[in-house]
């Protein structure tokens, strides 16, 4: 199925129906500026080898600046920015996050046309909880990205859920056009109180394809997850396959697999303790021994509404058909919110 990117921003202007600017008068315009940033100091070690990031270190991994302005009951705009500082580097640029226009019909329903996230992996760390900590199995293993360029959806009808994305396929850190837009789908049911089964999809060429370079595979992923989220508790697993992800402009077929499991208990108001394994086989075909064992234990304080910090420990094990390395890093993770 291909799908133009011009043919998908025109359907968005018709949906996002300018009439509707007639409301303008209906609420009170609003701004809000926000900030989160995610900090940690952790000891990194790998076995076997030396590497530049090893040793003690200050990471900023996130700086999220949030400019939100509601022009009116039915008209909202959104801008955020990001910047990273990771171990032993300079800082990045700082990057357009979300930039978009929202269009809400009520009940969870909504359109947004711009950069937006994306419906698989924004659900993903708000069901699992602990995104300052590391970001969920999708995100980590770069098997999708958490904002994107074009037409996003929701539409919420009784337990379900739908959520759909027309993209560039690019990203948001390093925005670009493909011959072809970029579809990812996400369907979520909630039967019970704090329950939710989810399945999704994601179909095209990551942009890669762009200008004169060859498209030899369409990448492919489907995921599916089931996850309880209750007052003091989070349970939850999810599962991807994927075909072709790294091969898009490359000959030869590729598949990918993984897995996440993870678990939360909050054992006092201010107090919590949790728990995540990811496995991972990112070269079924070309390299099948290559694979990755993720763990991650943790103990969290909250003292306050704006602060969160949690003494974690990770333990990375990744085989490949040439050699074996395991790393170790335990620290201070901390989330400031305001």
Same mark, same amino acid.
């Given at each position: 199925?291909?799908?133009?990117?011009?043919?998908?921003?025109?359907?968005?202007?018709?949906? $996002?129906?300018?009439?509707?600017?007639? $409301?303008?008068?209906?609420?009170?315009?609003?701004?809000?500026?926000?900030?989160?940033?995610?900090?940690?100091?952790?000891?990194?070690?790998?076995?076997?080898?030396?590497?530049?990031?090893?040793?003690?270190?200050?990471? $900023?991994?996130?700086?999220?600046?949030?400019?939100?302005?509601?022009?009116?009951?039915?008209?909202?705009?959104?801008?955020?920015?990001?910047?990273?500082?990771?171990?032993?580097?300079?800082?990045?640029?700082?990057?357009?996050?979300?930039?978009?226009?929202?269009?809400?019909?009520?009940?969870?329903?909504? $359109?947004?046309?711009?950069?937006?996230?994306?419906?698989?992996?924004?659900?993903?760390?708000?069901?699992?909880?602990?995104?300052?900590?590391?970001?969920?199995?999708?995100?980590?293993?770069?098997?999708?990205?958490?904002?994107?360029?074009?037409?996003?959806?929701?539409?919420?009808?009784?337990?379900?859920?739908?959520?759909?994305?027309?993209?560039?396929?690019?990203?948001?850190?390093?925005?670009?056009?493909?011959?072809?837009?970029?579809?990812?789908?996400?369907?979520?049911?909630?039967?019970?109180?704090?329950?939710?089964?989810?399945?999704?999809?994601?179909?095209?060429?990551?942009?890669?394809?762009?200008?004169?370079?060859?498209?030899?595979?369409?990448?492919?992923?489907?995921?599916?997850?089931?996850?309880?989220?209750?007052?003091?508790?989070?349970?939850?697993?999810?599962?991807?396959?994927?075909?072709?992800?790294?091969?898009?402009?490359?000959?030869?077929?590729?598949?990918?697999?993984?897995?996440?499991?993870?678990?939360?208990?909050?054992?006092?108001?201010?107090?919590?303790?949790?728990?995540?394994?990811?496995?991972?086989?990112?070269?079924?075909?070309?390299?099948?021994?290559?694979?990755?064992?993720?763990?991650?234990?943790?103990?969290?304080?909250?003292?306050?509404?704006?602060?969160?910090?949690?003494?974690?420990?990770?333990?990375?094990?990744?085989?490949?058909?040439?050699?074996?390395?395991?790393?170790?890093?335990?620290?201070?993770?901390?989330?400031?919110?305001?």
């Amino acid at each position: 199925m291909q799908i133009h990117s011009r043919s998908a921003l025109a359907a968005a202007l018709a949906a $996002l129906c300018l009439p509707g600017f007639a $409301l303008a008068q209906d609420a009170t315009p609003a701004t809000r500026v926000s900030a989160q940033i995610f900090v940690n100091a952790s000891q990194l070690d790998r076995d076997g080898v030396t590497t530049d990031d090893e040793g003690l270190a200050m990471e $900023l991994k996130r700086t999220f600046i949030t400019l939100d302005h509601r022009f009116n009951e039915h008209w909202s705009a959104q801008v955020t920015t990001d910047v990273q500082w990771l171990r032993n580097s300079d800082p990045t640029d700082v990057w357009v996050r979300h930039a978009y226009l929202q269009r809400s019909f009520g009940n969870g329903s909504w $359109l947004r046309l711009g950069n937006a996230p994306t419906p698989w992996i924004q659900a993903e760390s708000q069901r699992e909880g602990y995104r300052y900590v590391d970001p969920g199995l999708i995100a980590r293993t770069k098997m999708g990205t958490p904002a994107d360029y074009g037409v996003h959806g929701q539409y919420r009808h009784g337990d379900f859920v739908y959520a759909a994305s027309v993209v560039t396929g690019g990203g948001f850190q390093k925005p670009r056009l493909g011959n072809r837009a970029d579809v990812e789908a996400r369907v979520g049911w909630t039967p019970a109180k704090g329950v939710e089964l989810a399945a999704g999809g994601y179909r095209g060429t990551r942009a890669q394809d762009a200008g004169s370079r060859p498209r030899e595979h369409t990448a492919q992923r489907w995921n599916v997850m089931a996850s309880w989220v209750g007052e003091r508790s989070r349970v939850g697993a999810q599962y991807f396959r994927a075909e072709d992800w790294t091969r898009i402009t490359k000959p030869g077929s590729d598949d990918q697999r993984g897995w996440s499991a993870w678990a939360s208990y909050q054992f006092a108001p201010q107090y919590a303790v949790f728990t995540r394994h990811d496995e991972t086989r990112m070269s079924l075909d070309i390299d099948p021994r290559t694979r990755e064992r993720y763990d991650q234990i943790g103990v969290e304080w909250k003292p306050n509404k704006h602060l969160r910090l949690a003494m974690v420990g990770k333990r990375v094990q990744q085989q490949t058909a040439k050699k074996k390395q395991e790393s170790h890093e335990a620290g201070l993770w901390a989330q400031i919110a305001f």
